[in-house]
């Protein structure tokens, strides 16, 4: 397969390049998981309250997350294959669980009328992350260490924001599940990297209010004071990252929108 080397930011001071053959352009990817609609931001915890809608949804889950094992098996080599299924297994494991009869399915089964009844609610969460992911270009790596902070802060506060509407609405057991899922979804990108990035929500809260106020003066969101420098998370599980911005973007879309800035750098 002929490809086209093509120069991006690959992080720190190395200079790597990477091949991107025809087929193997991020927007493939995007392609794929837009088979994933049904994790939609409009109420990323609905897929349905019945057996029979997951009987109607679970072919085209497992259609897209198909689409992507085939794009990782052509468009990347062994060792960034293997951590680019590490990175998205949590999801995989989520639609295979949903998708099958048994304990999970009968718990999301329980829970999913209210949070279903919470969704009108849920668009304030989705729409304040909505507002500043739609900004970020997975592509841009010359953006990419503040791209990571941004992303990385923004679903914290989404989780959060989630976590406390489904409580306020639901009560604690159905909250505890709604977090338990978000956890599995996030939980491999979280660790491996918004640790790195972020190390606790008092930085997230400056990063955010440099953000925020750089679009009240109509600079560049990227010509704030926001330090480059490597960061760990010190803060327990909770804090979680989803990408991406479009009009139909899925939680595991916006997952997978954050290792396209991922992948240059493992090349």
């Given at each position: 397969m002929y490809a086209t080397r093509v120069d991006v930011y690959a992080g720190g001071a190395s200079g790597k390049t990477m091949s991107i053959a025809p087929g193997c352009e991020p927007q493939s990817l995007l392609n794929c998981t837009?088979?994933?609609?049904y994790l939609n931001t409009d109420s990323a915890l609905e897929l349905g309250s019945s057996s029979q809608d997951l009987e109607n949804i679970c072919p085209t889950l497992r259609e897209g997350m198909g689409c992507i094992d085939d794009y990782s098996m052509r468009c990347l080599p062994e060792d960034v294959r293997t951590y680019f299924a590490s990175m998205y297994n949590g999801t995989t494991a989520v639609i295979k669980d949903l998708c099958t009869a048994g304990r999970f399915q009968t718990e999301y089964l329980k829970h999913a009328p209210c949070m279903?009844?919470?969704?009108?609610?849920?668009?304030e969460c989705v729409d304040g992350y909505n507002g500043v992911m739609s900004r970020?270009?997975?592509q841009d790596q010359s953006h990419r260490d503040i791209n990571l902070k941004v992303m990385c802060c923004t679903f914290a506060n989404y989780i959060e924001c989630s976590n406390r509407l489904v409580y306020e609405k639901c009560g604690q057991e159905t909250a505890g599940f709604t977090e338990r899922l978000l956890d599995r979804l996030a939980a491999p990108i979280i660790q491996e990297h918004c640790m790195k990035h972020v190390k606790s929500q008092d930085e997230c809260n400056?990063?955010?209010?440099?953000?925020?106020?750089?679009?009240?003066?109509?600079?560049?969101?990227?010509?704030?004071?926001?330090d480059r420098g490597s960061h760990?998370?010190?803060d327990p599980p909770g804090q979680r990252q989803v990408t991406g911005?479009?009009?139909?973007?899925t939680a595991v879309m916006n997952l997978l929108t954050l290792l396209l800035l991922l992948l240059p750098a493992l090349n």
């Open positions: 837009s088979r994933l609609e279903d009844s919470a969704k009108t609610e849920y668009k970020i270009d997975p400056g990063i955010m209010t440099s953000w925020e106020q750089s679009l009240s003066d109509g600079t560049s969101p990227w010509d704030g004071e926001v760990r998370i010190t911005g479009s009009e139909s973007t």
